[in-house]
Each structure stands twice: as structure tokens, then as C-alpha cells.
């Protein structure tokens, strides 16, 4: 095959899903644990939705279906997301980066100008039909996704490096902050500074970032009057477990009252006015409470499902961009699982951070389908790659691929310093040209196609016919 044929294969560095290979081979390439764990927490979701909202929408709504019916309508919106953007190539997401952020700026600063009043926070925009600072998170990743792509080499420079990415999450966590909503400001601050530090920030930096964090925090906690509250009820869980809170009591109570096989869906008495947002904030307490210790441990599990597939595909993502995407996604599901199931059990004060998938919220379901579906772009063109590559006949890794399937990483995400943080393959099985066992030959994505003298890392040897495309900042 010449070049021209090869180029035609693989263009502009990866493969432009719905362009490149067949429908069969697109399918094959989605990662179909990672999506059946999404539609599981999405059903789950939904269940939890009727049960914990049947009673609060006939009292405020005078129907019990109002409040599950529009829950209904935007997982579908979601879903039909999910599916679309994981169609599209997701490089066109870094292509657009940078309108991706201006228009999340445009959105917070809107909702601070023209926002909904209730209480005194204006986080949501059209009667509460929109809360920007949901996007905002998938504007972030996106946007630090490129940023660490394309900077990669100068992430350990404190001037064109930590200021920079510390200037660009500053402005949008402010923006936040100013609603006030301290617990998605919370979620954002924590995606940034792992993928900062996944893309190769040293410790020394790490630790300046929390240091700052945690200082602006407690600024904060004594500025923002709804959060001076809730650290003083954690405080008093600890202090004075007779004067708890009403609302950590009652969380409390509905976590242990399912024993270990629970009261059955729909059959926790606490829901019925005496817990609190028991459909959001509260969901997990519930779920306890009506599916008991193992519904627990099984939501939990599905949430590791996700985890571990959403890290697989950012290990065998084809550039460094899906591979930041990747992780930012799943940093930002998992903390706030994390977060919300620490403030239930009163190991931290209330956040107010929803569950992901399960509590109710039409911004923050759409939002996570959407960024999920991107994830499956990755997954998919990471595969689609590994097949065109392979029916180029180009020399891949060995100890490689099994039954189409990547096994082994070789070339990684690195910092300003080459320390690695994150592994990614894009290896095949090459069409009769794999090289013997044991060697460690790399193929890494980007927009030329070089064969014959250049170098690939192999324990104590040189490879004798190395392939390496080079891509716009995205060397390895």
C-alpha cells in the first residue's frame, strides 16, 4: 500500500468516525461494558426518580408522575445525545475548544445577570430549566483536554504551565462561586487539578494547587453564609451527637433502616416529608433505605464498572486529548459519587453535590450522557485506528491484541519532564508483519505517516522496522 492510500486511511492524524471504516467495524470499536454501565445507572436513575419524587410532585404539583414525567423526557434528550456524540469524531471538540469555553463564560455570566432568585442563589436560567454550571464541567474537561494536549511539554513550568491552567479554571470557578454554588466549584476545582496532574505535574505543584484550594475553601466557608451553617451542624455530629442535625439525622436514619435486603422499591416510609431532598441530595440514603446494604453495593460496583472502562478507553485512547477526556469524565462521576456518599454518612458536612445518573436533574443528566457519549467517540476511534492500521500492514506491538482487542499499553502521556502518568496503546495485530515476542514497538497517533528509520523503545534493542506518526502536539 502506498502513502497516498495509507494517508487516505488515516487522516489529519486519527480516523474521522462515520468517514472511516464500516458501520460493523464503528460498532465493534464502541466499548459496550462502558454502555451498558451508563444505561444500568441511567435505569437505576430512573427508578430512584418515581420513587423518590411520587410524593413531593403531588404535593406540589398535584399529580405524582409531574416531577418523574420531565425527569423521563430529559434522559431521553440525553440518550439521544449519548447516541449522537458518540458518533461524532471527537476531535471536532478541539477543534472548538475555545468556543466550547467562551460559551460556558457566556452561560455563567448570564445565569449571574438574568438567573432565577431562589433564596438568594441564581444558578439556573428559563424557571429552572437550565443550570449552566452542569456544562460548565464538560466545557472544562473539553477545554483542559486541549489546553494539556498541546502544552504537555511545558506543564511542569510554573509561568506557561500552572499560571496559565490556574488562570483559566480561576475564572470559570469564580464565576461559580459568585451564585453561590460551592460544591460544583468544589467538583471542577478536583477534575482540573487531576488532569493537571495526569498530565504530568510534578508533586511539588500538586501540592501548591491544594494548598491554594483548601485556603480559598475556607475563605469561603466563612464568607458564604449557607456554608458557615453546614460545617457547624458537621461539627456538632462529632461535638454533640444529641443536638445533630435534623436533616444529617434523618439521612442517617433512612441509610441504615433497609438492614441488608431493604424495605423493597417504593416502600421507604422516611421519603413521605420527613428526609429532606430525598431525590437529590438524599437519593443514595433512599436507595439504602428500599434496596438495602447489597442494592448498595451493587450501585457502587456499577459505578467501578464505569470507572474501570472509562480509565480502559483513556489507556488505549489514540491522542492525548481523548485521553485527558476520558479521565476527566470519570474523575468527575466518580468524585462526586464519592462526595455525595461522604455527606451521607456525615463524614463530611453536606455538599449538596447530586449523585450522578441518580438524582434528579435534567441539566445534570443530559450533561453526563452527553460527556459519556464523547467518551464513546474516543473508544471508538481508538479502535477504528488499530483496525485501518492493521489492514495498512504496519508493524504493531507485540503481546498486542486479541481478537481485535488492545491488551497492552506502550507509548504514554508525559509531562514537561517525560514522567509518565497515563499509559495509552494503539496497537493491532498487524496483517502478517507483527514483530517478534517481547519487543515493545509503538505506534503513535498524528498527522504524518514515517516509516523505516525511526526509533521505538524496546528492552535493551533497537526495533528493525520502526513506524511512529508524529501529531500535532500530541507527541509522546
Not at 47 to 58: C, G
Not at 104 to 117: K, N, P, R
Not at 286 to 308: H, I, K, P
Not at 415 to 420: E, I, Y
Request: with cysteine.
Amino acid at each position: 500500500m502506498g502513502k497516498g492510500s495509507m494517508m487516505r486511511t488515516v487522516q489529519r492524524g486519527r480516523p474521522a468516525i462515520g468517514r472511516s471504516g464500516s458501520p460493523a467495524a464503528a460498532r465493534r470499536g464502541a466499548d459496550w461494558i462502558f454502555i451498558g454501565a451508563v444505561l444500568l445507572l441511567t435505569g437505576l436513575g430512573l427508578v430512584m426518580a418515581y420513587s423518590t419524587t411520587f410524593f413531593w410532585s403531588q404535593v406540589k404539583e398535584g399529580s405524582p408522575l409531574t416531577i418523574f414525567s420531565k425527569q423521563l423526557l430529559y434522559a431521553g434528550i440525553g440518550l439521544i445525545g449519548f447516541v449522537g456524540f458518540s458518533w461524532l469524531d471527537y476531535g471536532l471538540f478541539r477543534r472548538f475548544a475555545v468556543w466550547i469555553m467562551a460559551g460556558c463564560l457566556v452561560m455563567l455570566v448570564g445565569v449571574i445577570l438574568f438567573g432565577d432568585d431562589v433564596f438568594g442563589a441564581r444558578r439556573t436560567l428559563l424557571n429552572g430549566s437550565v443550570q449552566p454550571s452542569e456544562p460548565a464541567k464538560l466545557s472544562v474537561i473539553i477545554y483542559a483536554a486541549a489546553w494539556l494536549a498541546s502544552r504537555r511539554d511545558q506543564v511542569q513550568s510554573v509561568s506557561n504551565g500552572l499560571i496559565p491552567f490556574g488562570v483559566i479554571v480561576g475564572v470559570v470557578s469564580f464565576l461559580i462561586v459568585v451564585q453561590p454554588d460551592l460544591s460544583t466549584t468544589a467538583v471542577i476545582v478536583i477534575v482540573a487539578m487531576a488532569m493537571f496532574f495526569m498530565a504530568g505535574a510534578s508533586w511539588k505543584q500538586l501540592g501548591l494547587v491544594v494548598l491554594i484550594a483548601a485556603s480559598a475553601f475556607l475563605v469561603l466557608i466563612t464568607v458564604v453564609p449557607h456554608a458557615t451553617i453546614r460545617v457547624n451542624e458537621f461539627i456538632k455530629v462529632w461535638r454533640a451527637p444529641n443536638e445533630m442535625d435534623y436533616h444529617i439525622r434523618q439521612t442517617l436514619i433512612t441509610l441504615g433502616g433497609g438492614g441488608l435486603f431493604g424495605n423493597g422499591i417504593g416502600a421507604s416510609g422516611q421519603k413521605f416529608g420527613y428526609l429532606p431532598t430525598p431525590h437529590t441530595d438524599s437519593v443514595m440514603a433512599v436507595l439504602g433505605d428500599e434496596m438495602g446494604l447489597l442494592g448498595l453495593v451493587m450501585t457502587l460496583a456499577l459505578f467501578l464498572v464505569f470507572a474501570w472502562r472509562g480509565l480502559h478507553i483513556a489507556h488505549t485512547a489514540d491522542t492525548a486529548f481523548g485521553s485527558f477526556i476520558a479521565i476527566g469524565v470519570v474523575i468527575w462521576v466518580i468524585g462526586q459519587m464519592l462526595l455525595n456518599v461522604m455527606a451521607i454518612m456525615a463524614m463530611i458536612p453536606f455538599t449538596g453535590v447530586p449523585v450522578p445518573f441518580l438524582s434528579v436533574g435534567g441539566s445534570s443528566l443530559v450533561s453526563l450522557l452527553i460527556a459519556c457519549g464523547v467518551v464513546i467517540s474516543v473508544a471508538r476511534g481508538s479502535r477504528i485506528l488499530r483496525e485501518d492500521g492493521a489492514q495498512a500492514g504496519l508493524p504493531v506491538a507485540a503481546g498486542h491484541a486479541k481478537g481485535g482487542r488492545a491488551v497492552r499499553a506502550s507509548s504514554t502521556i508525559r509531562g514537561g519532564h517525560g514522567r509518565a502518568r497515563f499509559a495509552r496503546a494503539h496497537r493491532a495485530q498487524g496483517a502478517g508483519s507483527a514483530p517478534e515476542a517481547g519487543s515493545a514497538d509503538t505506534i503513535i497517533v498524528g498527522r504524518d505517516v514515517r516509516a523505516g528509520s525511526a526509533l521505538r523503545r524496546r528492552v535493551g534493542q533497537r526495533s528493525p522496522s520502526p513506524v511512529r506518526w508524529r501529531g500535532k502536539g500530541d507527541g509522546a
